[in-house]
């Protein structure tokens, strides 16, 4: 059974960083790909970055320049710097991993960003 936990969100001020990161278990976490995704209050979930088994990185086009997505496949991990954060990237953030015919899914971190 796919195991996803998320950590490291918290309330930070405009400008600021935080690096989330997310721990897999249950999978042979190497040979698929991942993303995160963030959903703001009244807003769908959207996709924030993806990163294929071979490291290839994807971006949405406003998070470009301030947050690098990377994985750890020795330690089953996949991580998001985030820095020049602003308010309209306040959401709870998800990780999920995309095996052969479902995705699994993280129960999400809070972030906040506000002064």
């Known amino acids: 059974q796919v195991q996803l936990v998320e950590s490291g969100g918290g309330l930070v001020q405009p400008g600021g960083s935080l690096r989330l990161s997310c721990a897999a278990s249950g999978i042979i976490f190497s040979i698929y790909g991942m993303a995160w995704y963030r959903q703001a209050p009244g807003k769908q979930r959207e996709m924030v970055a993806s990163?294929?088994?071979?490291?290839?990185?994807a971006y949405r086009d406003s998070v470009k320049g301030r947050f690098i997505i990377s994985r750890d496949n020795a330690n089953n991990t996949m991580n998001l710097q985030m820095v020049s954060l602003k308010p309209e990237d306040t959401a709870v953030y998800y990780c999920a991993i995309f095996t052969t015919g479902r995705t699994s899914w993280g129960q999400g971190t809070q972030v906040t960003v506000s002064s």
């Open positions: 990163i294929r088994s071979d490291g290839t990185a």
